[in-house]
């Protein structure tokens, strides 16, 4: 998937939440999944793909997440239920 995306990764059920944004969502949660890069995701064990959405341009995609970021924690939760209900991890469903 070489498109524009903004997704959120997870601890678990109801867990840390980590929004991002990249132009290769394949490689980018393969990096969040195998710990490669350090920092906050890798501090808290973020690794499970909830939820994602794809974009026609960049400058879209990062404009979601900026938005994202600044919505509370229930409204997150709630866009990630209306499509991922059991928080299941998407990555089988994006390779």
Known sequence: MRLPAVYMMASGIQGTLYIGVTSNLVQRVWQHREGVADGFTE???????????????????????????????AWKVRLIEERNLAWRDLWEEIC
């Open 43 to 73: 501090r808290f064990g973020v690794k499970r793909l909830v939820w994602y959405e794809m974009h026609e341009t960049m400058q879209a995609a990062i404009a979601r997440e900026k938005s994202l970021k600044k919505w509370n924690r």
